[in-house]
C-alpha cells in the first residue's frame, strides 16, 4: 500500500495590498470598522491586468518543487484547482505543466471554487494510493478580483488573489490519513458567477446577456459554511482514529475570521491550534488553504509528526476536508542554487515549448506538400 505525503510547498501573492480603507476612499458606503469586525479582514493582494492565474500558479508551483528539491520532469500529473481559469480551455494546468518543464505529466484543473484545493488534494491522493502516479504537483490559484462588482459592498471587500502548492509523493508511511468531499448543488446560486459558461454566453449567440460579476447570500452560506466546516473536520479526525485532542494545527479555509471561530469553537479546539491569516489575504479562493499551510510552515507552527486538519467550503455548494501526519523536515534555509537553478530550468522549458511549435508548424507544412505532390 502506497501512501502520499507533502513533500513540498510553496506560494505566491501579487504585489498590491488593497487596505480596508481603500474601499471607503472609492466612496463604497462601508467602514474600515465595519470590515475588520464582520469579516477579520485588514487588506487584501489583488494581480495588476497583466498577470494571469497560470503565473502565480507557476510562481507558487516552482517554490514547491524547490522544497521539494525536485525537477519539474519528475511530476506525474498537475492538478490546478480553480474557478478563474486563464481561459475557458486549454486548461490552467496544461499551460503550467509546459512552463514548469513537467514533460512527463499529465494536466487538468479542478472547480470546487473555495474547497478546490483540498479536492484536488483528495483527487492526488487517490492517483498515488493507487499506483497510477509517484508525484504530483497539486495547486490552488485564483483571481477572484476579476469577476468582482466594485459597487457590490457585500462582495468587494472579502476577496483577494493568489496561488499556493504542494508536492504530494508518494511514500511507504502516510501522509495524508483521511479525506471527505461534498457537494449540495441545491445551493448552487448562492454563490455564483453566471456568466462566462453555457448557461449565459458571452459571444453574442446567447439567450440572455451574461452577468459575470460574483453574487452571494452571504449570511446563508455563512451558517451552511460554519456547520459543514465542522461536519468535515469531525468526519476525517474519526476516521484517522484521532481523538480532537490529537489534533496540532486546524487549518480551516480563510474566509472570514468569525467562520473560523465559531467551526473552532464548535470543534471544541484551542484558539491556539486554529490558524488564520484572512486578516493579511483575505480569501484568496483555491489558494486559501496552501498559502495558510506556507504561512504556518514559516512561522514555525508545524513540525514532524503533528496532525493537521484541513476544511474548506465554496461554492457549489462544495466542501472537503483532508486529516494529515506532517512528515516533511523544513528546511533552515534553501540552497542558493535552487533559484538559479529554477530560473535556467524554466528558460529551457520555454525554448523547447517555442522549438515544439515550430516543429508542428514545419510537419504541417511538409503534410501538406506530401499530398499535393
Ligand atoms: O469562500 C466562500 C465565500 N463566502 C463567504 O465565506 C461568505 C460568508 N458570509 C460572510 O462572510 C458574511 O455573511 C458577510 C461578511 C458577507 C456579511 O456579514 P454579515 O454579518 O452576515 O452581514 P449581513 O449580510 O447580514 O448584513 C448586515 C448589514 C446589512 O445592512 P442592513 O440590511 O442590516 O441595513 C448589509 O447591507 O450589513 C450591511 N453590509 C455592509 N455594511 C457595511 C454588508 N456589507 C457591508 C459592508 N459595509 N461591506
Redesign the pocket.
Known amino acids: 500500500m502506497k501512501y502520499a505525503q507533502i513533500a513540498g510547498w510553496g506560494m505566491y501573492v501579487p504585489s498590491t495590498v488593497i487596505t480596508n480603507d481603500a ?1 471607503v476612499r472609492m466612496g ?4 474600515e470598522d ?2 475588520t469586525s ?2 477579520g479582514i485588514e487588506q487584501r493582494f489583488l494581480v495588476g491586468l497583466d498577470e494571469a492565474t497560470s503565473d502565480m500558479a507557476v510562481k507558487a508551483g516552482l517554490h514547491a518543487l524547490s522544497m521539494a528539491e525536485m525537477h519539474g520532469r519528475e511530476i506525474d500529473l498537475v492538478i490546478v484547482a480553480t474557478c478563474t481559469p486563464d481561459h475557458v480551455m486549454p486548461s490552467t494546468a496544461a499551460i503550467v505543466q509546459n512552463r514548469l518543464g513537467a514533460d512527463g505529466a499529465g494536466a487538468l484543473d479542478i472547480n470546487a ?2 474547497a478546490g484545493f483540498v479536492y484536488a488534494l483528495n483527487m492526488a491522493t487517490g492517483q498515488i494510493e493507487s499506483g497510477r502516479a509517484t508525484n504530483v504537483l497539486v495547486i490552488g490559484a485564483d483571481e477572484l478580483s476579476i469577476y468582482l462588482n466594485w459597487k457590490d ?3 468587494c ?3 483577494g488573489d493568489g496561488a499556493g502548492a504542494v508536492i504530494l509523493k508518494a511514500s511507504d508511511e502516510p501522509g495524508i490519513m483521511s479525506s471527505t468531499m461534498g457537494s449540495d448543488g441545491s445551493g448552487a446560486g448562492l ?1 455564483t458567477i453566471p456568466g462566462g459558461g453555457s448557461r449565459f454566453r458571452t459571444n453574442g449567440n446567447g439567450r440572455k446577456p451574461a452577468n459575470s460579476y460574483l453574487t ?1 447570500n ?2 446563508q ?2 451558517r451552511w ?1 460554519t456547520q459543514m466546516m465542522t461536519s468535515a473536520a469531525e468526519r476525517v479526525i474519526a476516521s484517522s482514529s484521532l481523538k480532537p485532542e490529537e489534533i496540532d494545527l486546524f487549518i480551516p ?1 480563510q ?2 475570521l ?2 473560523i471561530e465559531a467551526t473552532a469553537k464548535r470543534l471544541g479546539l484551542d484558539p491556539e491550534k486554529v490558524f488564520a491569516n484572512v486578516d493579511r489575504y483575505g ?1 484568496t ?1 483555491a489558494a ?1 488553504i496552501p498559502i495558510a499551510i506556507c504561512e504556518a510552515l514559516d512561522q514555525g507552527l508545524i513540525h514532524v509528526g503533528d496532525n493537521i486538519v484541513l476544511t474548506s ?3 457549489g455548494l462544495s466542501w472537503a476536508a483532508v486529516a494529515v501526519r506532517w512528515t516533511a523536515p523544513v528546511p533552515e534555509r534553501r540552497s542558493p542554487w535552487v533559484p538559479f537553478r529554477q530560473s535556467l530550468e524554466t528558460r529551457v522549458a520555454a525554448v523547447r515549448s517555442v522549438l515544439r511549435r515550430q516543429q508542428r508548424r514545419v510537419g504541417t507544412v511538409i503534410d501538406e506538400r506530401l499530398r499535393r505532390d
Do not use: K
Not at 463604497?28 to 467602514?31: E, K, M, R, V, Y
Open positions: 474601499f463604497l458606503d462601508t467602514s465595519w470590515i464582520r469579516t471554487a473555495c459592498r457585500n462582495t471587500i472579502l476577496f454563490l452571494m452571504g449570511p452560506v455563512f459554511a479555509h474566509a472570514n468569525r467562520i480569501n479562493s486559501s467550503f465554496g461554492a
